[in-house]
Structure formats: C-alpha cells, structure tokens
T-cell receptor, first 119, second 110 residues
Framework: GAVVSQHPSWVICKSGTSVKIECRSL??????MFWYRQFPKQSLMLMAT?????????EQGVEKDKFLINHASLTLSTLTVTSAHPEDSSFYIC???????????????FGEGSRLTVL | QKEVEQDPGPLSVPEGAIVSLNCTYS??????FMWYRQYSRKGPELLMY????GNKEDGRFTAQVDKSSKYISLFIRDSQPSDSATYLC??????????FGTGTSLTVIP
C-alpha cells in the first residue's frame, strides 16, 4: 500500500517551546491530509483537515493558533504545536488520501505517529 | 446517534480461532469502507479496503459489506498472537471525509 511517513516519531520539549511534526506521502500525491490526536486507549480525535494550497479546516474546540497546520505541497503537511504545555503531550497522527496516482478514491493511509512529551 | 458504531471489546480468543469484528453505520451514503489494525503507540495500518458492497479476501482476512443492513465485518481466520491489536473500521461518502469506529481491542492468547 501507499506510504505515509511521519517525523519525528518521538519528541521531548520544554514547556513554552514550539514543535514541528512533518507528514509526507512518499509515493502518491495527497490532495487531503488529516491530523489526529490520540490519548491512551482511546480512539482517534480529528483535529483538522488540510487541502494542498488552502487553509486548514479545524474541528470545533481545536485552537488554530495553537496547532498550526501547513499543507504547502501535495506531499507534505506540517503540524506545529506552538508554545507547548504539558497538557499538549499526546500521540499525534497524520493521514493522507488521494483520488489518483495509484491510490483509490476513499483509501486513507496513516503515518506512524509522533509522540510528544512536554516537560 | 454516532455515524459509526463499533463494540470496543475487549475481545479475547485462543490462537487459531476465527475472529469476527463488526461495525454498524447510519449513513446510507457511505460507499468506501476500510479496516485498520493499530498496534500500541503506532499509526493505524490499512488492512482492507472495499468499495460499495460485497466481500473481499486477503490471506487470512475477509471483509464483508452489507449496505442493505448498514453493517460491515472483518473476519480473521487462524488467528495468531501477532494479530493482537486494536481494529478500527472507517468509512467515507466521497473520499474527503472519514468516519471511524471507536476500535475493538483484540487479544489472541497462545
């Protein structure tokens, strides 16, 4: 299947600093990318949807100034957690979908996830 | 009512058993259906993708979609301890918005 790479897989930072997480589709062009947050033993919580070249659409309750999402190209989306605090510690996962390039419409592929720990 | 309902389990079976995982949904417009396997602290891995109704088989895995009943299933034959994970169902109307079940936790006991 198609590959979505997410980096870094694990990051520890000090409170007040910003952290950037990258999500790349390696073998297809991702017209839409999604960012999720997942707490232990809980399901995925959609944070935002981003389409290449346009502003991300955030879910209700997600602070767009806190979680900056950029989808600058068809293969790269970034999530920046600004002024991180310990309550932002979580597992962040991206996913990507496309309607072409060998990826079927409706197929959704996930990155490996990034574990953020804010001290 | 949630768009997608999935029994969270946990489900525990002996090695070699046949596992049946299910999801129901309310929106008849869904036409893309997927099953994912997620190991602890990893991103979900796409196991099965089905468009519209019918069955699909891949090795020990079989996915079934019954649109008339709004019900999808994933069967795992000859289950192995390595199958122990959380299984998520997902579906979409047009491929640009996805709805997920809460996940079923499966443990296969050697």
């Amino acid at each position: 299947g198609a590959v979505v790479s997410q980096h870094p897989s694990w990051v520890i930072c000090k409170s007040g600093t910003s952290v950037k997480i990258e999500c790349r589709s390696l073998d297809f062009q991702a017209t839409t990318m999604f960012w999720y947050r997942q707490f232990p033993k809980q399901s995925l919580m959609l944070m935002a949807t981003s389409n290449e070249g346009s502003k991300a659409t955030y879910e209700q309750g997600v602070e767009k100034d806190k979680f900056l999402i950029n989808h600058a190209s068809l293969t790269l989306s970034t999530l920046t957690v600004t002024s991180a605090h310990p309550e932002d510690s979580s597992f962040y996962i991206c996913s990507a979908s496309s309607g072409g390039g060998g990826v079927k419409t409706g197929e959704l592929f996930f990155g490996e996830g990034s574990r953020l720990t804010v001290l | 009512q949630k768009e997608v309902e999935q029994d969270p389990g946990p489900l525990s079976v002996p090695e070699g058993a046949i596992v049946s995982l299910n999801c129901t949904y309310s929106n008849s417009a869904f036409q893309y259906f997927m099953w994912y396997r997620q190991y602890s602290r990893k991103g979900p891995e796409l196991l099965m993708y089905t468009y519209s109704s019918g069955n699909k088989e891949d090795g020990r895995f079989t996915a079934q979609v019954d649109k008339s009943s709004k019900y999808i299933s994933l069967f795992i034959r000859d289950s192995q301890p390595s199958d122990s994970a959380t299984y998520l169902c997902a579906m979409s109307k047009s491929g640009n918005q996805f709805y997920f079940g809460t996940g079923t936790s499966l443990t296969v006991i050697p």
